[in-house]
């Protein structure tokens, strides 16, 4: 009985598996008939949304009859089902698709990476097209670095065209078009393809202000006969920002048209910027309530268009004076672009400044609700708007201080401090008037923050992001990653400069943007270790105090100058002051500037020195406010602000005709930033100086080589450093080759030699050394971007005896882009430069003695005075030759503290020891005589 119920069980058993099977095989079969109707339908050339509907059930139907052996076509499936809903603009749908694809992808074999690629790209573009940023970049990164060897190179250009796009919404320009050259570079006959890219990259331009540059680019664009209406909103806005309006309105009138939502809303924006800019009000309001009313009608709305347009119209209430009306839709801006914020009290902000779908947009809400808080002001002298006022303003700098460390390369971070710089002024200007009002000190400490952080805004986060790579030893591997692709991109740049062949040179640049895009992703992956990225983005808080407590002497003063259009900021901080005093400044004192830096820069031999009036000028307004706070101090650091960076402060004189310049009175030192200076003070190294490399290429009476490349010899170099000591190298020893193997092993160099500066491109600002008959110009030119990839935080001072190696381009919110600031940039904090050609012997003379008091343990700074007041009081110097032109050129920046013990200090301790050794002596033939 038993044995008959358990064969019966086993029957049953076998005939269910044998109709589970059938099933599973019937279910397999129409899931494969379906998928194949639904595939069909998606590649209708006449396809309609009923077709793609039918489709998308077709497909969905599938999916849940496939089983798990059929992984690989739910993938397809999901992803074609995904494609259609991104058609039909539906990217909500269409992104639940894309990542179920992925999910399911992840679990099939390596041969499925073709699957994953798209899996990744299609994520990553339905992120983009919800305008979520931060997700878009995780997905295209994914994609790039699994690019599978089989994917068509088309898509591969889909890609870079779209990591491209990316870049342009995060305001990363620069790498934006790093990637759509990648991109033009992949595609083989793909007119389509092509057209979209390049219009891609004139947008990029745009952005950039090069306008000769895409206009160009567009215009080639509008031959074709399919032109996207893209392409008129595109050049208009292009027109609209250069000032030609009846143009651009010509080519965004015609954008209005389009079919395109996103494309529509944009041109009704930039349409509505153009009537505001010719002051035509009530057209451009008008403009921009039709791109609102639009974009509302619109299921899935474009937030960052639609915050654009509350933008617009804020701007116009706040030009008729018309605050709150401007604060309200300031407010409805900022909730359209932060996340998870609608708040409509236009006192109160997110509480993470950060989050939002662009920070660009975030950065221009906070100045513009500021600009509306202070029109407020202007109208109720109400304090709590004024203070909202500069609450707004240091939001936007900290967005916009943010904005800047997710970038990865200079020439972006340099445009957005370009663009940053005039906030800082305006906050400066309101922290100053708070305080006149209140009385209150810490508005005078917040504008000195805000001072402190409009200086040397990318050097300081350079020199901030060596000190945390050194204390991460776990990310090693990726920095020497970011060491090595740095180095790659110099020598290929170095190149460029030298190659004549239009083929090589596209090669070249090939190359060199597959190198920034390869940095660009060693970069995020530093960013995604968790310690590294929160040190990174901490915000570091300067107050006076600790500049006070940290950098100050008794006989020490700080002055730190912010130059406005109109008003001069002088702060002053001494060990037991802080003040800030504000001047009005108009065309006189710029034109004072003006005067002295071409006297110094442009100087005739033999010529009087006619500008003593035009430096009492400037007297006046930078140190005599302060004639009182400074009476009997010894050392003053300067922090100068721009134009103020060319004039060397002890040349000034203290009356209109005199020759009493102010390095009779005191030593000077200069420094990029108070925290910066701060900083390298803090943390100095207690090292030995390890000697001196001096190198001196253009000594000597030879011609052949030297002539031959343009340069003239320096007859008063090889006394110069043979004065100075250490380790010597002439003419044809002093190499860069040697140079670069020889210069982390010094304590202090010497270079006494050529330097080039170029404004218009400060990397190919060179410092050259001996160059062979044979040499290419990168084998004796020492280019700024090479000093860049140098490690020097060992090398205590660092002396550029070179014609205007402290000269260069000025740059708002950096200053000056020069050789001596590359060197800063490679950790080397101490840095004696010059500023401008100057006679051969008068520099030989000064640098000689510079070196000779440093080494009797003077500081920095009143070594370098010491040498100037030599120079000046020498009976056997004529009295022409001791204008500042002969003198002035030599400045120092950094940190003043001695290298070497000074002599007295070694006396002491020879004293010291003689005396315990005599005593020892005595102890010792004490006992002795007593054991006798």
């Not at 300031?330 to 909730?335: D, E, F, G, K, T």
């Not at 971070?413 to 209140?438: D, G, H, M, W």
């Not at 390095?663 to 108070?674: E, L, Q």
């Amino acid at each position: 009985m038993y044995l008959s119920r358990l064969l019966t069980f086993f029957i049953l058993l076998l005939c269910l598996c044998t109709f589970k099977i059938h099933a599973q095989k019937l279910r397999t079969e129409e899931a494969h008939r379906l998928f194949h109707t639904a595939d069909s339908l998606f590649h209708l050339p006449d396809a309609t949304p009923d077709t793609d509907s039918l489709s998308i059930l077709n497909f969905q139907q599938a999916i849940q009859s496939f089983g798990e052996d059929s992984l690989q076509l739910q993938v397809e499936a999901h992803q074609k089902i995904g494609n259609l809903y991104e058609m039909n603009l539906l990217f909500d749908s269409a992104l639940y698709h894309y990542k179920s694809s992925l999910r399911k992808a992840q679990l099939l074999a390596p041969p499925a990476d073709t699957l994953k690629f798209y899996a990744n790209l299609y994520c990553g573009d339905a992120f983009q097209y919800l305008e979520m940023f931060d997700s878009a970049q995780y997905f295209y990164s994914q994609a790039e670095v699994n690019i599978p060897p089989n994917i068509k190179e088309a898509e591969s250009a889909r890609l870079y065209n779209s990591s491209g796009l990316l870049q342009f919404h995060v305001g990363n320009y620069q790498q934006a078009i790093n990637y759509l050259e990648k991109g033009a570079s992949l595609l083989r006959n793909n007119p389509y393809a092509e057209f979209i890219i390049k219009n891609n990259l004139a947008i990029a331009y745009d952005k950039l202000r090069k306008y000769n540059t895409s206009i160009p680019i567009y215009k080639s664009l509008l031959s074709n006969k399919n032109i996207p209406e893209a392409i008129y909103q595109n050049i208009g806005k292009a027109y609209g920002e250069l000032g030609k309006y009846d143009s651009a309105k010509l080519y965004l009138l015609k954008a209005t048209f389009s079919q395109n939502i996103d494309t529509k809303l944009a041109a009704l924006n930039n349409l509505g910027n153009v009537y505001f800019q010719k002051n035509q009000t009530d057209s451009a309001r008008y403009l921009y309530q039709r791109s609102i009313e639009t974009n509302q009608a619109y299921s899935n709305q474009s937030r960052i268009n639609l915050g654009g347009a509350f933008i617009g119209l804020a701007t116009i209430e706040l030009h008729n004076r018309e605050a709150e009306e401007s604060l309200i839709l300031y407010q409805r801006a900022l909730n359209t672009i932060a996340f998870n914020f609608d708040n409509q009290d236009y006192y109160t902000n997110p509480e993470n400044l950060f989050s939002g779908l662009s920070l660009l947009t975030l950065f221009n809400i906070y100045e513009g609700k500021g600009n509306a808080f202070k029109s407020l002001y202007a109208q109720n002298a109400s304090l709590t708007a004024l203070e909202a006022s500069l609450q707004n303003y240091d939001n936007a700098i900290q967005v916009a201080r943010y904005i800047q460390k997710t970038y990865d390369n200079d020439e972006a971070k340099l445009f957005l401090v370009q663009n940053v710089y005039p906030v800082y002024e305006i906050a400066i200007s309101t922290a100053y008037q708070l305080y006149r009002l209140t009385k209150d000190q810490k508005y005078v400490d917040l504008a000195f923050q805000f001072s402190e952080n409009s200086k040397a805004a990318i050097l300081s986060e350079i020199l901030d992001d060596l000190d945390i790579k050194s204390t991460l030893p776990n990310i090693d591997s990726l920095i020497q990653a970011e060491k090595r692709q740095k180095q790659q991109i110099s020598q290929l740049r170095l190149r460029l400069i030298e190659s004549q062949d239009s083929s090589e040179n596209s090669s070249l640049k090939t190359k060199l943007n597959d190198l920034e895009i390869n940095l660009s992703r060693t970069l995020r992956s530093l960013q995604s270790d968790e310690k590294y990225f929160r040190l990174k983005y901490q915000e570091d808080t300067i107050h006076a105090s600790d500049i006070q407590r940290t950098l100050l002497d008794q006989d020490d003063a700080l002055l730190e100058y912010f130059l406005g259009k109109d008003s001069l900021y002088c702060f002053l901080l001494t060990r037991d002051n802080f003040l800030l005093k504000v001047q009005h400044v108009d065309s006189a004192f710029f034109q004072a500037i003006q005067l002295v830096q071409s006297e110094l820069y442009q100087y005739q031999m033999g010529q009087a020195y006619k500008e003593s009036e035009q430096a009492y000028i400037l007297y006046q307004k930078l140190i005599e406010p302060f004639e009182k706070e400074i009476s009997g101090k010894e050392k003053l650091i300067i922090v100068p602000d721009g134009q103020l960076n060319y004039i060397p402060f002890e040349m000034l004189n203290d009356a209109p005709i005199s020759n009493h310049y102010l390095i009779y009175d005191y030593a000077f030192s200069y420094a990029y930033s108070a925290s910066l200076l701060e900083d390298a003070v803090r943390t100095r190294k207690a090292k030995e100086s390890n000697g001196i490399l001096a190198m001196a290429p253009f000594a000597g009476d030879e011609e052949g080589n030297i002539r031959s490349n343009g340069f003239s010899l320096l007859f008063g170099s090889k006394e110069e450093v043979e004065n100075i000591g250490g380790s010597i190298y002439l003419e044809n020893q002093a190499t860069k080759r040697l140079f670069l193997e020889l210069v982390s092993s010094y304590g202090i160099i010497h270079l006494a030699t050529h330097a080039s500066i170029d404004n218009n491109d400060p990397l190919q600002s060179f410092i050259a050394f001996y160059p062979d008959e044979d040499e290419s110009l990168a084998g004796y030119r020492l280019y700024t971007q090479e000093l860049y990839n140098l490690q020097l935080d060992s090398v205590k001072l660092v002396v550029l005896s070179a014609c205007e190696a402290g000269n260069g381009q000025l740059v708002k919110g950096e200053g000056i882009i020069s050789l001596a600031r590359a060197f800063a940039y490679a950790g080397c904090p101490n840095i004696v430069t010059t500023l401008w050609k100057a006679q051969d012997k008068s520099t030989a003379t000064i640098a000689a003695n510079l070196h000779d008091y440093l080494k009797r343990g003077f500081p920095k700074d009143k070594a370098l005075r010491q040498a100037k007041l030599d120079y000046l009081n020498a009976d056997d110097i004529h009295p022409l030759l001791k204008t500042p032109y002969y003198w002035a050129n030599f400045v120092f920046i950094g940190d003043t503290a001695p290298i070497y013990e000074s002599s007295g200090t070694w006396l002491w301790w020879l004293m010291l020891g003689l005396i315990l050794l005599g005593g020892v002596y005595w102890l010792v033939k004490k006992t002795f005589l007593k054991l006798k």
